[in-house]
């Protein structure tokens, strides 16, 4: 699976957009971009996933770049309660597992 | 729904004993995921099952640890011995299976076991 950079760590003042980066050059056609966020002290949760079009679900949405060599989640307004360390992850198609990297901690102030 | 559900959430034991986690994953669910997490290596993948079998151990870090499904809605971790760098959070984690993908966007995680091994 390709690899994903993303920055260490970010801040966002609640009520704002949150934008959280993500480089993933080395994709292949057949590879979704997926991304997971990990509360403190909780397991990671699903937020959003796709493949090369712009996606948009109740939590957040995934700008796809049109070469998909990067993507970008955007929380519209973020809260106390999305600070978290935010993963994004590529997937093949047919593979089952899914690879963690670093993640960005995010950090929604007051 | 309870989700999955892991036990027990802590566990304290003393280097050379024997620990078991267990995870109880969400009915109907065709694959189970344990990963393991640690401040220097992050969350890292031991060992999945598909339907009850073992599909890919690549990740299970020496032969001390070992991993059984025994029926679809429970799985067992076991350590043994147990050496304190096995400290860390286990995370059990299911999911289901539709058509000729696998989901990995409903990927459920349990809360998590913390292990201290001193």
Known sequence: DAKTTQPTSMDCAEGRAANLPCNHSTISGNEYVYWYRQIHSQGPQYIIHGLKNNETNEMASLIITEDRKSSTLILPHATLRDTAVYYCIVRSYNTDKLIFGTGTRLQVFP | ?118
């Open chain 2, 1 to 118: 729904d309870a989700g999955v559900i892991q036990s027990p959430r802590h566990e304290v034991t003393e280097m050379g004993q024997e620990v078991t986690l267990r995870c109880k994953p969400i009915s109907g669910h065709d694959y189970l995921f344990w990963y393991r997490q640690t401040m220097m290596r992050g969350l890292e993948l031991l060992i999945y099952f598909n339907n009850n079998v073992p599909i890919d151990d690549s990740g299970m870090p020496e032969d001390r640890f070992s991993a059984k499904m025994p029926n679809a809605s429970f799985s067992t971790l076991k350590i043994q011995p147990s050496e304190p760098r096995d400290s860390a959070v286990y995370f059990c984690a299911s999911t289901p299976f539709e058509g000729e993908e696998v989901k990995g966007d409903t990927q459920y995680f349990g809360p998590g076991t913390r292990l201290t091994v001193l």
